[in-house]
């Protein structure tokens, strides 16, 4: 058993992927005539697809047969692919390199737990599959954020106990998961947002190695 281990969601702590799928719902939104935000956006971080086309159904009051909500599914999912192909390890959001470095040269094991179905392939076209011991996304999981179990089966496949789990998230629904866990939520983000939070940072700019030397020690 590791004494430590670090949980890494995707979408926005990563990489900025929440661009891609607010264009992609909102291409599907105006298809449907539903008006659709940037801000309402925010509520669909975190959040599994399935459970997302829901809540913009509910906004456009709309009740569709089970063929035509999977068919919406898979049109916002194949908008999405068509950018994520474009990606890039320019992409990868500033100094997350320097933490995942430091963790995989102290020997210190990191899953990626994220609602995510297209994690490996987005890992993948920015370089960043070595760092992780195992990789628990979408396909894996029956339930979506702010459920923990897709931390829990982090934890479990990492080997860590969940309290000895330091989670990284940018999504409130991924916070209250990880604080369900009696995990360590690190938060990446608004404070006002992420209120739940052990600890927030904007962004991994404002974290010192040192604070991640401390994480691993405790």
Known sequence: MFKKGFIFDLDGVIVDTAKYH????KHLADELGIPFTKEQNEQFKGVS?????????EWGD???????????????????????????ASEILPDVPKVLKYL????????????SKNARPIL??????????????GTQV???KPDPEVFMI?????????????????????????????????????????????????????IELNFIKELAEL
């Open 104 to 115: 995989q040269e102290h020997n210190i094991p990191m899953a990626l737990g994220s609602a």
């Open 49 to 57: 697809r399935k459970r997302c086309l829901e809540i913009l159904l």
């Open 22 to 25: 607010y264009l992609a719902w």
């Open 154 to 206: 982090a934890a479990r496949e990492l080997k860590v106990a969940p309290n000895n789990c330091v989670v990284f998230e940018d999504a409130l629904a991924g916070i209250e998961a990880a604080n369900t866990a009696g995990m360590t939520s690190i938060g990446i983000g608004q404070k006002e947002i992420l209120t739940e939070a052990h600890f927030v940072f904007r962004d991994f700019t404002e």
């Open 142 to 144: 029956q339930k979506a």
């Open 124 to 137: 993948k076209k920015v370089g960043l599959i070595p760092y992780f011991s195992t990789i628990v996304d």
């Open 62 to 88: 709309l009740t569709v047969p089970q063929t035509q909500f999977d068919a919406w599914l898979a049109e916002k999912n194949e908008d999405y692919l068509r950018y994520i192909e474009t990606m890039t």
